[in-house]
């Protein structure tokens, strides 16, 4: 059976740093970065993007639709 990894691409400029996806995630893939975006937000991104599990918490708790989730066959 194919290996199924994921990946997420989130829109930095919209994130309002709200936390909620990084909390939701099963795998801890997602931090808080302690860059700001052009808002003054702390945006959501991959900290260790090879544990995502394309799961789809992420995209599904963020309030603004930020996050995009893709899933790649291994
Ligand atoms: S898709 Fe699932 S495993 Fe991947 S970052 Fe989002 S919540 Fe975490
Ligand atoms: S849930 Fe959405 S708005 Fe909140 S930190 Fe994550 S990507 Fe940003």
């Known amino acids: 059976m194919a290996k199924i990894q994921g990946a997420v691409v989130v829109d930095k400029e919209r994130c309002k740093g709200c936390d909620l996806c990084t909390v939701a995630c ?37 309030p603004d639709g930020c996050i995009t989730v893709y899933k790649v066959k291994l």
Do not use: F, H, R, T
Not at 27 to 55: F, H, R, T, W
């Open 26 to 62: 099963p795998s801890d893939v997602l931090e808080l970065a302690k860059e700001v975006n052009s808002k003054g937000y702390n945006y959501a991104q991959m900290k260790k993007p090879g544990e995502c599990i394309g799961c789809g918490n992420c995209g599904y708790v963020c």
